[in-house]
């Protein structure tokens, strides 16, 4: 993505902007002459990781985070660690004034109905009034069970699980928050997330311990995004996403659970998982997995690849999972 950095105001002064623009693109000027934006990120694992590699050297990037541990692991990264905790709002309040944009990448906490932890950090954000856009990366989730339609961000969300309505409430709270503070903001809706070289995001895992899946007749359609995509949907968002606009950050893939799984078994060579029924899976399986079991829904993309303008690398699962 080719970004426009502000040109600094002292080369401004000196020099007639068009003249500036026409002695060599804006990518090509030396740093000297530019000032970075600077980037906010609140949850830094695998997705905010491999955002940083995609900013570096237009981005100046912040990472938030509550482990003094991992500021070495970030600080090699390019980012500047900041210790701060979402579940401890004292520990805030210097990260309001920091950032020109923050991408929220935070899960909420692992019980409850709302997301105390959005709402701390959007009271620090608050009183500082220096973010200009904020994109929260929130799940597919709110949307409940769809019976497997095919639909676009217009939908109403209908969580089923307290896990569904944490997002929906933390969604709420970042549409207050651009509508109060002006701010552009972009809510991504994430299906599932995989990757060859994302800690427990390969299918292969799942098949290797044996788990089953639904007969056909039982099953549910599943979305998917591979990280490095999802992690170039954030970009795209922080630089094109429309004020307030929802996005469907999914690949093109359209299958049941149990395909997905027996594909990624021929990809890695592996047995088929077994097939059973939903009444014997509610008898073996956990709840968590009979959760995911429950929803069925097809993610419709053109939003992300027409207003993002998001060429995907990996616009199917078999593509992603072959590109190992």
Request: hydrophobic share 40%.
């Amino acid at each position: 993505m080719a970004d426009i950095v502000p040109v600094d105001p002292r080369t401004r002064a000196n020099t007639p902007f068009k003249a500036l623009v026409a002695c060599r693109p804006f990518m090509s000027l030396p740093a000297a002459h530019l000032r970075r934006p600077t980037l906010l990120i609140i949850g830094c694992g695998d997705i905010g990781m491999r955002v940083l590699r995609l900013l570096q050297p237009r981005w100046r990037v912040l990472a938030l985070t509550s482990s003094a541990t991992r500021c070495p692991v970030l600080r090699a990264a390019g980012a500047v660690p900041l210790l701060g905790n979402l579940d401890e709002p004292s520990t805030l309040g210097r990260l309001g004034g920091l950032a020109d944009a923050v991408l929220h990448l935070a899960p909420p906490p692992g019980q409850g109905s709302t997301d105390p932890r959005t709402r701390a950090l959007l009271a620090a954000l608050a009183r500082g009034g220096r973010v200009q856009r904020l994109v929260y990366a929130s799940t597919s989730g709110v949307y409940g069970d769809c019976g497997g339609e095919r639909f676009d961000e217009s939908r109403a969300v209908q969580p089923a699980t307290d896990r569904a309505r944490r997002r929906v409430d933390a969604e709420t709270q970042v549409r207050w928050f651009g509508r109060r503070s002006g701010a552009l903001v972009n809510i991504l809706r994430i299906p599932g997330i995989y990757a060859t070289d994302r800690p427990g995001g390969h299918p292969r895992e799942r098949l290797l311990r044996g788990t089953p899946v639904l007969l056909d007749e039982d099953d549910v359609y599943t979305n998917h995004i591979h990280a490095d995509d999802l992690a170039r949907v954030c970009v795209a968002a922080l630089g094109r996403g429309a004020p307030q606009r929802v996005y469907h950050a999914s690949d093109n893939t359209e299958l049941k659970m149990g395909q997905y799984f027996d594909l990624a078994a021929a990809v890695c060579g592996l047995p088929a998982p077994p097939r059973i029924s939903r009444s014997d899976a509610q008898q073996t399986l956990g709840a968590m997995q009979m959760s995911f079991m429950s929803e069925s829904r097809r993610l419709d993309n053109k939003r992300l690849k027409n207003e993002l303008r998001l060429r995907l690398q990996h616009p199917t699962v078999e593509q992603g999972l072959r590109a190992g």
